[in-house]
């Protein structure tokens, strides 16, 4: 593997079927004598090197992170300026948002979705039923309102697998009737308010477990098989329509049965769920999973990338670096189990595992940022698509009331899909204007394709009164959902106004 370094094409296959086609159009052109291909190729302006922030991937803030005080930004520039920022994920206890039975406070989330939509950022969402911190944060000792005890839910107050004092953590019995029937009622309420809204990135299943992650591990360490987990993805499919749902691959790995396991990957897969890991580099991982760079199964992200946008979390990155997981020194566990490789490194290869579209660093974004901008924007590039645009063949003269086939290939050098379609402007510019949308196709532009690319072939439709003469033709990808073009890894020399980029000079003739 290569640590997350931009694969370089062999320079004896980049383009060759590109070239084929243009030595036959050129040759078919000179026989009639009437057309003649003209190819341009985009490769020495590519920039491998500049951050592109593009719809529908990059990076991920926890702006609340179980709690209202943690990983808070102190100035909106921090997320607002941080390159390729996309989202922010709001992760807290539903014991903040319905204090009362049916009264809640939507304050708490509205506030910082209007703050952070107002600078172009998108919002995610887990909700959260068990927390570990407790001794006078009532918010986090019952993450399960009180309230929802109190109407005959059983639990206990537990850590690491211990009974204790009223001052611990309360874990609810998750697969309670009346539990199940509380947390229906707040899930139909919360989905009414923000299922499929704009801005919505995707909702986190996280009503089950520690954090919400899908394990009681650092709580009573109870078992639940897979008629709980499968009503609780049941309870979040009823009410979220229209929004994206994840969960995080802890769910699966906490079934004891292996037939469990298969049967609730194949229910995540046919509900259009996706898949987060929120472990990678996690202290225990980095001792026992590092033969997958600390991904506990990557086959469940395998399995999903292909259809489904995927979510990278980091153990916490303050953390990380305090144990010795960052920079290994001796005796840490990456000092120890890491084979000299940094937390970089495995960052980087969990992303190619993942094949993630979205990635946060668990954070505060000052801080991060401070020490890895490099690694920032080699990840944002990284992270789901990357496009690069090659060769361009186009016959001319082009026909003014005809269509013209414009031959461009592609690569994809990110670690996954784009799970939208966008589309492709072209303009010419000279004596007069006209600018034709075609869709481009990018579905079919799957990470490590072809050696030599994804051909396209575009109609290039103009207007019957576009005088002849010569144009530069431009181009540039849309994302028309988003409403945003998408940034392309070209040099300045190339970039023009409106978005576009320039191909080249080609004639119009009558």
Not at 64 to 82: H, I, T, V
Not at 136 to 163: L, M, S, Y
């Amino acid at each position: 593997m290569n640590a997350g370094r931009p694969n370089r094409l062999p320079p004896r296959f980049a383009g060759r079927r590109v070239w084929r086609r243009a030595i036959a159009t050129a040759l078919a052109a000179a026989s009639c004598g009437v057309l003649r291909a003209a190819v341009f190729d985009l490769r020495p302006d590519w920039d491998e090197t500049a951050p592109l922030p593009n719809p529908d991937k990059g990076w991920y803030h926890h702006f609340y992170d179980n709690s209202l005080e943690k990983y808070l930004a102190e100035r909106d520039e921090e997320l607002a300026e941080f390159p390729g920022m996309d989202h922010v994920y709001l992760r807290l206890a539903w014991s903040y948002l319905e204090p009362a039975e049916g009264q809640f406070n939507w304050l708490v989330l509205d506030e910082p979705i209007a703050r952070w939509t107002s600078r172009g950022l998108g919002i995610a969402f887990r909700i959260s039923c068990k927390e570990t911190a407790g001794r006078n944060r009532p918010e986090q000792i019952f993450a399960t309102p009180r309230w929802v005890r109190d109407a005959g839910v059983p639990g206990q107050h537990c850590f690491h697998g211990k009974q204790g004092p009223p001052d611990w953590p309360w874990e609810p019995d998750y697969g309670h009737p009346v539990f199940l029937k509380k947390l229906d009622a707040f899930l139909a309420a919360f989905a009414a308010r923000y299922d499929g809204r704009p801005w919505v990135r995707y909702v986190d299943i996280g009503s089950f477990g520690d954090w919400g992650e899908g394990h009681t591990w650092a709580g009573s360490r109870r078992k639940f098989g897979y008629d709980v987990l499968a009503r609780h993805v049941d309870l979040h499919l009823k009410h979220f329509r229209r929004s994206q749902l994840v969960i995080s691959d802890d769910y699966v790995a906490s079934l004891e049965s292996p037939d469990d396991r298969r049967r609730f990957h194949e229910k995540i897969l046919r509900s259009g769920i996706s898949y987060r890991d929120d472990s990678i580099l996690v202290e225990g991982y980095v001792w026992s999973l590092m033969t997958n760079y600390t991904v506990r199964m990557p086959h469940l992200f395998a399995d999903v990338a292909p259809h489904r946008p995927t979510v990278l979390e980091l153990e916490h990155y303050g953390h990380v670096k305090r144990v010795g997981n960052w920079i290994p020194r001796p005796g840490s566990p990456l000092g120890e189990r890491g084979g000299g490789l940094t937390g970089a490194d495995v960052l980087r290869r969990a992303l190619e595992l993942l094949r993630a579209t979205w990635i946060g660093y668990h954070g505060y974004a000052r801080e991060w940022l401070a020490d890895n901008p490099a690694l920032t924007v080699e990840l944002l590039n990284r992270c789901g698509y990357w496009y690069f645009p090659s060769h361009v063949e186009v016959a001319e003269p082009l026909r003014p009331g005809g269509t013209n086939r414009v031959a461009m290939t592609w690569f994809n050098r990110g670690v996954a899909r784009a799970y939208r379609e966008y589309e492709l402007c072209f303009r010419l510019q000279g004596s007069a204007t006209c600018t034709t949308t075609v869709a481009a196709g990018n579905s079919r532009w799957l990470p490590n394709g072809p050696a030599d690319g994804w051909p396209e072939q575009y109609a290039l439709v103009l207007p019957a009164d576009l005088p002849a003469g010569r144009y530069e033709l431009q181009f540039k990808l849309h994302a028309p959902v988003a409403s945003r073009d998408v940034v392309l890894p070209l040099r300045p020399a190339r970039h023009r106004p409106g978005g576009f980029y320039a191909i080249g000079e080609i004639e119009v003739g009558r």
